[in-house]
């Protein structure tokens, strides 16, 4: 396929995930029906579809998209830059995590479908970040970075829910207890 | 009033509080209509609404009533208890609590009163706990107990979001990891 094509390609296929992102996050799943969907992305449904078969498909990749972008954030910045991100980002994005989370919950396939995706290889670059910092002695090493990520991921989903009930976080607090929960004895 | 008719009403508003956790776990605030939640409760619509004068009225007492016994749980078992509680609890007092995060996003005036309710004064007590701790030396007391509460508060919402989700829990790190984020320095 010549390279031109391939660019033109990846600018669609960003151009509907962030399309999508803001029909999702407005209407919610049910919500954003094709109409909205094309009206949201600026495409033809079948334009739109020719990237993602179905409804269900191009939500599945916007929310393995959002998990791979989280995970590029973390490792740039850190969790305090997730934590940061989380307080001040746009409400859309919330209400695509809160819709996802909510279609876990009734949907077995869909929960089957989320745990095989890989968020861009992220997870397996975290795992391997935070290897790196038990080795260097940064954090503590008597607990596996197994249950360390998945606290963290804990909080991430907790200040998500905070956030989109509508209260304010805490950063400072919150950076500063996760140090501590993480610093070596 | 006498005694009799106290005990009769406390009764029935348990009986009420009971039916409608399941009735909106179950349906969902909307799926959650009068014949469902008089079904749910075995009481007539008059009956519930001489307690509850609308369904956001009973919604919101179920709400607070959750709060309430969390608070209750909490100053009993410690925070490990509310984890436990958490990890294995009944699937359909998770799902009121997303319904009310959903619900939170979208009604700032259930907002405002959400945050006006007392949660049976568990949050008072909760604070008189750990200022006690925090006096005998068995918690940090460089971090305020708000912001020890309110990341304590981030990580059961969390734990719930992903109970919601239908993954499992680690009790053993995520307690292990607490500890030491409130560990006196």
Redesign the interface.
């Known amino acids: 396929m010549p390279k031109v094509s391939e660019q033109h390609r990846e600018q669609r296929r960003r151009q509907i995930l962030d399309g999508a992102r803001r029909a999702f996050g407005r209407h919610g799943y049910a919500g954003a029906t094709v109409p909205v969907l094309e009206q949201e992305i600026g495409l033809s449904r079948g334009a739109i579809f020719s990237y993602y078969p179905s409804k269900l498909d191009l939500f599945t990749a916007l929310a393995d998209d959002a998990r791979a972008r989280e995970g590029d954030l973390w490792l740039e910045q850190g969790f305090e830059g997730v934590v940061r991100r989380v307080a001040e980002q746009e409400p859309e994005w919330?209400?695509v995590h809160?819709e996802?989370?909510?279609m876990?919950?009734s949907d077995?396939e869909l929960?089957a479908r989320w745990a095989s995706l890989a968020g861009g290889g992220a997870q397996q670059r975290l795992v391997e970040r935070y290897c790196d910092l038990q080795a260097a002695g940064e954090i503590?090493s008597d607990?596996?970075v197994?249950?360390?990520l998945?606290?963290l991921?804990?909080?991430?989903?907790?200040?998500?829910?905070?956030r989109?009930?509508?209260f304010p976080?805490?950063v400072?607090?919150?950076v500063?207890?996760?140090r501590?929960?993480?610093?070596p004895?």
Do not use: C, H, M, N
């Open positions: 919330i209400g809160a996802a989370v909510r876990l919950r077995p929960r503590r607990v596996p197994d249950s360390i998945r606290f991921g804990v909080l991430v989903d907790g200040l998500v829910t905070q989109s009930a509508g976080l805490d400072e607090g919150t500063e207890l996760v501590a929960a993480l610093q004895k």
